[in-house]
Structures are given as structure tokens and as C-alpha cells.
């Protein structure tokens, strides 16, 4: 089946810092690809999303361009702020027949004023 | 506005005790989804269901029941047989059938052993 791998936490920057946090996919064909974040004691939102290859998906001031040619789906941001202190999944489908979305480990962001 | 409302926000079982959690959607999204997510974790899916009177189980489903009587309605029972239930629990719903659509998440319960 499909899966996601993403770069482990915690990561730690100064407010106006570029941020990059690196996904790299394993996937049956070219399935959609997601980034969803999810504020302290709260579920998940949905952040950005890619349905296709070189499709960049944006929200926020967050990028994500899906790459076959490195399977990856790394979200990056140019200036982060406090506000997006977080924890960030990438995920993608489980298999075409089913509705299953397969998420990352997560990777917690905390930005320092 | 539509969305997904998790009730209670926290919940306290006892040994031996059964509890419900609440997941209502007005979304009118097929499909449904519940998730355990443990401190420092990602999430672990537990049942899923793709349309009325019909659900899944997904990688750890052991102690846990749902039902799916109604489209917008898909309640978790927790069970006696849930030895570790303490964690925080999500509830998410998407439209129509395949993993390429996205995933509305509630805003969650946090159960607690009393």
C-alpha cells in the first residue's frame, strides 16, 4: 500500500525563519497528496493539498510541490511566525478502492519570538 | 457552518465501564472515520465507515464498537476490553468514496482512567 514518511521532531526556529519540513511518499501510481496541521488540543486541519504531479498546492504562505521524480511533497514556508507553532502531518491515500487516508508520524513546529 | 461536532471535549471511565463518544457531522459527507492519537504520536485509524449501516475496522480496532446507523452520526463505544483507553480521539469525516478527497476533523475527546 501507499505510504508517507516524514522528517522527525521537534523542530525549533526564530520567528521570520525559512521553514522546511522534508516528506517523501511511496505510492501505486500518482495519488493525491495532503498536509494537515494541527493547533494545540485541537483535531486536524486541513493545510494544503496536491492531486497530481508538479501541482503546487498553497495556503497560508505554505508551498508544496509534488515531485515524482524525488517522490517527495516537502512543505516549506519563507517567513514562519509564533502563529504556526504546530504540528504538521503529510498523508496520502491508503489505496485507490478504499477511503483510508495514510498520515505521518507528525512533526512538531515551535517558532521563538 | 457545517462541520464535524465531537462531544464530550473530556471524559473520565471507570474500570469495567463502557463509554460513548459523539461524532456528528452536517457536511453531508459519506464517509466517516475515527482515530486514536496517543501524547507525541501521529494517529492510528479505528474504524471506518463508507456509507450508512456498513464499517470497517482499521489497525486497532480490538476493544473498541461503532455503528453507523445514520449518515451524520458515527458514535464509538470504548470498551472494558480497551485496557489502555486513555488518549484523545478524533473523529473525521470526507465526501464520497476514495482516499483522494480530503478529511474534516472534529476538534476531539480526551479520555481519562479515573
Known amino acids: 500500500g501507499n505510504s508517507v514518511t516524514q522528517m522527525e521532531g521537534p523542530v525549533t526556529l526564530s520567528e521570520e525563519a525559512f521553514l522546511t519540513i522534508n516528506c517523501t511518499y511511496t505510492?501505486?501510481?500518482?495519488?493525491?497528496l495532503f498536509w494537515y496541521v494541527q493547533y494545540p488540543g485541537e483535531g486536524l486541519q486541513l493545510l494544503l493539498k496536491?492531486?497530481?504531479?508538479?501541482d503546487k498546492g498553497s495556503n497560508k504562505g505554505f508551498e508544496a510541490t509534488y515531485r515524482k521524480e524525488t517522490t517527495s511533497f516537502h512543505l516549506e514556508k519563507g517567513s514562519v511566525q509564533v502563529s504556526d507553532s504546530a504540528v504538521y502531518f503529510c498523508?496520502?491515500?491508503?489505496?485507490?478502492?478504499?477511503?483510508?487516508?495514510?498520515f505521518g508520524s507528525g512533526t512538531r513546529l515551535s517558532i521563538r519570538p | 457552518d457545517g462541520g464535524i461536532t465531537q462531544s464530550p471535549k473530556y471524559l473520565f471511565r471507570k474500570e469495567g465501564q463502557n463509554v460513548t463518544l459523539s461524532c456528528e457531522q452536517n457536511?453531508?459527507?459519506?464517509?466517516m472515520y475515527w482515530y486514536r492519537q496517543d501524547p507525541g504520536q501521529g494517529l492510528r485509524l479505528i474504524y471506518y465507515?463508507?456509507?450508512?449501516?456498513?464499517?470497517q475496522k482499521g489497525d486497532i480496532a480490538e476493544g473498541y464498537s461503532v455503528s453507523r446507523e445514520k449518515k451524520e452520526s458515527f458514535p464509538l463505544t470504548v470498551t472494558s476490553a480497551q485496557k489502555n483507553p486513555t488518549a484523545f480521539y478524533l473523529c473525521?469525516?470526507?465526501?464520497?468514496?476514495?482516499?483522494?478527497?480530503?478529511?474534516?476533523f472534529g476538534d476531539g475527546t480526551r479520555l481519562s482512567i479515573l
Open positions: 465507515s463508507q456509507i450508512v449501516n456498513d464499517f
Open positions: 498523508a496520502t491515500p491508503g489505496y485507490s478502492s478504499a477511503s483510508k487516508i495514510i
Open positions: 496536491a492531486t497530481k504531479a508538479d
Open positions: 473525521a469525516s470526507s465526501d464520497g468514496a476514495g482516499g483522494n478527497q480530503p478529511q474534516h
Open positions: 505510492a501505486t501510481g500518482y495519488p493525491s
Open positions: 457536511l453531508n459527507h459519506d464517509a
